[in-house]
């Protein structure tokens, strides 16, 4: 009998306990932490320019002038076109400025980050895309007499800039070194 009013008084303070309204809580915010792996340096050479770049991705050349850097495990590439300086550097630039604020539509900021290696003779800009832009990152390169080399950072994906800004953050790293250790020939 004491077992029975005893239970009878666990359910009715379990039902007291649980009806009462409870203020809803916001989740904590938190990021999903990747972890890339760091690649050695690589080396790529054409008759034009030879750079480093990631040991982990993959180049597929199209031509002496253009290839792909490819990330499978990122779902990325690093699209690449070198053209010769022909009394055409102003229009070479303007066109690479152009293809980087395209993106502007769909990106929330282009932020450009001017970059000069006296020493090598390579001057250019690196555009950083923020946004659901499809393309996160864009540079050009030049010597500013014979040599331009654009490229263009690109995910085979819908963007979804929070998504993939781990990716685009270390393949702008990738990026900066393609841009650093660059060495015109000719």
Not at 53 to 80: Q, R
Not at 167 to 182: N, V
Request: charged letters at 25%; hydrophobic letters at 40%.
């Amino acid at each position: 009998m004491i077992l029975k009013y005893s239970f009878s008084i666990l359910i009715v303070l379990i039902c007291l306990v649980s009806c009462q309204e409870k203020e809803p809580l916001p989740k904590p915010k938190a990021q999903l932490r990747l972890e890339y792996v760091l690649g050695n340096d690589k080396k790529v050479e054409t008759s034009n320019f030879e750079f480093l770049y990631n040991d982990n991705a993959f180049i597929d050349k199209k031509k002496d002038n253009s290839f792909v850097i490819s990330y499978p495990d990122m779902k990325g590439a690093i699209f690449i076109s070198y053209k010769k300086v022909d009394n055409n550097l102003s229009k070479l630039i303007t066109d690479a400025e152009r293809l980087s604020y395209e993106h502007a539509v769909k990106a929330d900021g282009i932020h450009p980050q001017v970059f000069s290696n006296l020493e090598k003779k390579v001057h250019g800009v690196l555009f950083e895309v923020v946004g659901n832009a499809a393309s996160q990152s864009q540079f050009f390169v030049t010597d500013s007499t014979k040599h331009f080399l654009t490229g263009s950072l690109y995910f085979y994906t819908k963007p979804n800039y929070d998504s993939i800004y781990p990716a685009a953050a270390y393949l702008k790293e990738d990026i900066g070194k393609i841009m650093e250790s660059l060495k015109w020939k000719n």
